[in-house]
């Protein structure tokens, strides 16, 4: 028995997407920036890509950035705005302390090098506060960057509410949207969202290849220099089978979306309500605005690391925020930030379902799960001192 339950770690590549790949690693090999047929076939094939993600979050094409992953995404966001133009002189950054470390590592470099950043907390169900956003902004605040969909539980921000603060502000919003990309709809006019990441390997598309949505009329900083790639935003040869990997994953989310956000929905709903009958188990995150197929747990009396390991043994590959997993003595900081103590984050755990699931894999989740917390709490001096 495999089950891949680690969907917002990374996903399966489709099959239509490689389909799509293919040429792009064996006879068509132009290099896009080139004059003859099969440099101009190369760069063809980018800017169908490019219209493939733009219809997603409904941009134009021409607001639509190829990067190097999420990470570079966000770095390119954060750093291209507050080292140029954009940000005016202001040097104000907002974000939240449950943010993916892309953004979290990338705002604590900015502040040391003397940017004004501004952490925000969460409620416990992983929520920021649209108040305490508003009362955060200054007038030498440039940037709010707020993630759309927490990638360890699974909480969607306000987004259109938030965009609509900022832009009420005359403040720039960034949305770290790597995990709702393609999962939920967004809309970056409606929403009023100037910048957005997204990666293409968390919609079945291959790793290494992200892009940033920037605003038209916006001038950003290029993080990297060089050939003037990507209308000198983003130098270097373009990942011309990444990037149409990413436009064919984009394609199949954004026909899909419906359908597959109401199976998932289902499925993770069948998956929480057994996990819960484990006792003292809790739901972490938002019970209902949540990603369709992120779920997220604490399981008292165990630890993550050995939940997924022993889990891995019966063939169900799943995530934990516990300690030993962050590389640190401290559990995740999302886990810290939505308010759980260091023991109930301790037994950390996150299973997130994706396209390939089917309910036959939640039925040997149900089944392996419970077994495999029997067989560390017997083993547990805390479970069995109680
Ligand atoms: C995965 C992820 C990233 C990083 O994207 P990569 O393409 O893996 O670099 C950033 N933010 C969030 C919320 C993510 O889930």
């Not at 399966?12 to 799509?20: D, K, S």
């Not at 604490?298 to 590389?327: N, P, Q």
């Not at 886990?335 to 040997?364: W, Y």
Request: hydrophobic letters at 40%; one cysteine or more.
């Amino acid at each position: 028995m495999f089950v891949y339950a680690d969907n917002a770690a990374t996903t399966q590549i489709a099959p239509q997407v490689l389909e799509a790949m293919l040429p792009y690693w064996k006879e068509q090999y132009g290099n896009p920036s080139t004059l003859y047929r099969l440099g101009r076939e190369s760069k063809i094939a980018m800017e169908k890509a490019r219209s493939q993600v733009a219809q997603v979050v409904g941009a134009r094409e021409e607001e639509i950035f190829f990067t190097g992953s999420g990470t570079e995404s966000d770095n390119m966001a954060l750093k291209g705005v507050l080292y140029g133009p954009a940000a005016k002189g202001k040097k104000g950054l907002i974000t939240t302390k449950v943010e993916h470390h892309a953004i979290l590592h990338t705002a604590q470099a900015l502040e040391k090098e003397g940017f004004q950043v501004t952490f925000l907390d969460v409620n416990s169900q992983g929520l920021v506060d649209l108040e305490q956003l508003e009362q955060a902004i200054g007038p030498d605040t440039a940037l709010v960057s707020i993630m759309a969909a927490n990638n360890e539980v699974g909480t969607i921000q306000p987004i259109a509410e938030i965009g609509a603060l900022c832009r009420r502000h005359g403040v720039l919003f960034h949305t770290d949207a790597v995990q709702a990309f393609g999962h939920m709809p967004i809309d970056v006019n409606e929403m009023n969202i100037d910048l957005l990441s997204l990666s293409a390997h968390k919609i079945n598309g291959p790793k290494g290849a992200g892009a940033l949505y920037i605003r038209k009329g916006l001038s950003l900083r290029p993080v990297i220099e060089g050939g003037g790639q990507e209308r000198n935003r983003r130098s270097g040869t373009e990942n011309v089978a990444g990037i149409v990997g990413l436009g064919a994953a984009a394609q199949l989310a954004y026909e899909t979306m419906e359908e597959e956000s109401a199976r998932l929905k289902k499925l993770a709903q069948k998956l929480t309500e057994g996990v819960l009958r484990i006792p003292e188990t809790i739901l972490t995150g938002h019970p209902t605005q949540r990603l369709p197929g992120a779920c997220s747990f604490a399981v008292g009396a165990v630890e993550g690391e050995s939940l997924v390991l022993y889990l891995d043994m019966e063939g169900v590959c799943a995530s934990t925020g516990s300690a030993c997993s962050t590389g640190s003595l401290d559990p995740s900081h999302v886990l810290m930030a939505i308010g759980l103590s260091h023991e109930t984050a301790h037994g950390s755990l996150r299973l997130t379902l994706g396209r390939f699931n089917t309910e036959k894999d939640v039925d040997v989740i149900l089944e392996k799960l419970p077994q495999v917390v029997d067989k560390l709490r017997a083993m547990s001096p805390v479970w069995n001192r109680k």
